[in-house]
């Protein structure tokens, strides 16, 4: 697609529930970043994939967040058991590859855990 | 750990006004990217830095590397209301994942 579109846009969820986030990337592009960005802080590191490599898992924040991508495209993060605090928005971006090239990001997925 | 700080993190100006933006950090980056995030959206790419000193011009947009690739800045001439959003500056060291600062949210008032 000519942008990276995440999906739903927004979720409401009850504590507890399992969620599972979408993210479509930029065809072509090798890499996929998933980020957390809280109400009036920057962008935290979740997880990134870069090609067919292992991902980086090294920003996810517990264990009940995971990711996969399939077929070097489309990736889902999902968040097990949510608490209250696991509410933010939710960004994936895409690049070229991983390097010093720039993020397409996509608008977000705002999680609100009830 | 990788840190940037981003400073003022708040900042209110008059149109027309200029201003400037920096990001610091003890490490040193590869590259050093910033971008401007807009409610409801997530951050757009303004500029990507890769030289020490290398200065890159975008219309009113005027962005700076640190010599040492340390640091960065970016400076808005006569700014508009248009220029309103957030901004982040953001780093990395070639193989790794960018790292951002908390960001610095710019309001222009007509």
């Known amino acids: 697609g000519a942008g990276v579109s995440q999906s739903p846009s927004n979720k409401v969820t009850e504590k507890g529930k399992d969620v599972e986030l979408r993210c479509d990337p930029i065809s072509g592009h090798t890499a996929l970043y998933w980020y957390r960005q809280s109400l009036g802080q ?16 090294s920003g996810l924040p517990s264990d009940r967040f995971s990711a996969e ?23 994936c971006a895409s690049s070229l590859v991983t390097g010093d090239y720039g993020y397409t990001f996509g608008s977000g997925t705002r999680l609100t855990v009830v | 750990t990788q840190l940037l700080e981003q400073s003022p993190q708040f900042l209110s100006i008059q149109e027309g006004e200029n201003l400037t933006v920096y990001c610091n950090s003890s490490s040193v980056f590869s590259s050093l ?76 008032i007509a």
């Open chain 1, 42 to 57: 920057g962008l935290e590191f979740l997880i990134y994939f870069q090609g067919n490599s292992a991902p980086d898992k």
């Open chain 2, 33 to 108: 990217q910033w971008y401007r995030q807009e409610p409801g959206e997530g951050p757009v790419l303004l500029v990507t830095v890769v030289t020490g000193g290398e200065v890159k011009k975008l219309k009113r947009l005027t962005f700076q590397f640190g010599d040492a690739r340390k640091d960065s800045s970016l400076h808005i001439t006569a700014a508009q209301p248009g220029d309103t959003g957030l901004y982040l500056c953001a780093g990395t060291s070639g193989n790794t994942p960018l790292v951002f600062g908390k960001g610095t949210r710019l309001s222009v």
């Open chain 1, 69 to 91: 991508r399939t077929g070097g495209s489309v990736s889902t993060l999902t968040i097990q058991r949510t608490q209250q605090e696991d509410s933010a928005v939710y960004l």
